[in-house]
């Protein structure tokens, strides 16, 4: 266990579904982030939340929309998906943005496998 | 745009020997990260680099920075079949509105008994 838990582990969906991705981190962070992994492609950064603001959408169409309640949780909602989005969802987290920040680290989830059929 | 690109992308190598993986990025960065992953897993963090001139080692693997080359490098000493794995290497870039990592396309290690 890392520290940053994301549920479920494994999902499959069909393309008319609506369902959610979960990660929850209680290190203290502040910034989360989410991350799709494709076979044969890089790790994409997809979101990032600062403080709970949004900061960053990384073009990402508008059938994935996050929600950051607050800085310990972080949810991913997914509806009318294709089948090309099936891929690995990582959640990440790391502490406040500072400009003394030498210990500053990431933190991965264990990532929840999605399959859209 | 920041690119990082690694190579090789696949290596397979026997146990026993020594290779290197090589990262190549191309903006200044503030960080640069190396992990590993292992099939369904998530990514264990290996070495972070700070600054020009890093070398950090933790048993088989050395990892150095050149960030006037753009570089850097993670070097396996002595193979060993526990090794195998996918390897990345990130940049980070630190910006008012937060930060960002950039990822590479991972290294695909198989190591051979």
């Known amino acids: 266990e890392t520290g940053v838990t994301q549920t479920p582990r494994h999902l499959v969906m069909g393309m008319t579904n609506k369902k959610s991705l979960k990660c929850e981190q209680h290190?203290?962070?502040?910034?989360m982030y989410w991350y799709k992994q494709s076979a044969k492609k890089p790790l994409e950064l997809m979101f990032v939340y600062n403080f709970k603001e949004q900061t960053e959408n990384n073009s990402v169409p508008s059938r994935f929309s996050p929600e950051c309640p607050n800085s310990s949780h972080l949810f991913l909602h997914l509806h009318t998906l294709q089948p090309e989005d099936s891929a690995l969802y990582l959640c990440?987290?790391?502490?406040?943005?500072?400009?003394?920040?030498?210990?500053?680290?990431?933190?991965f989830g264990s990532g929840t496998r999605l399959t859209v059929v | 745009e920041l690119k990082v690109e690694q190579n090789p992308l696949f290596l397979s190598m026997q146990e026993g020997k020594n290779y290197t993986i090589y990262c190549n990025y191309s903006?200044?960065?503030?960080?640069l990260y190396w992990y590993r992953q292992d099939p369904g897993k998530s990514l264990e963090s290996l070495f972070v680099l700070l600054s020009n001139g890093a070398v950090k080692q933790e048993g088989r693997l050395m990892a150095s920075l050149d960030t006037k080359a753009r570089l850097s490098t993670l070097h396996i000493t002595a193979a060993v079949h526990d090794l195998s794995a996918t390897y990345f290497c990130a940049v980070d870039i630190i910006e008012t509105s937060g930060s960002r990592l950039t990822f590479g396309e991972g290294t695909q290690l198989t190591v051979n008994p």
């Open positions: 990440a987290s790391s502490p406040t943005l500072g400009f003394a920040s030498v210990n500053y680290g990431y933190t």
């Open positions: 290190l203290g962070h502040n910034a």
């Open positions: 903006t200044t960065s503030d960080r």
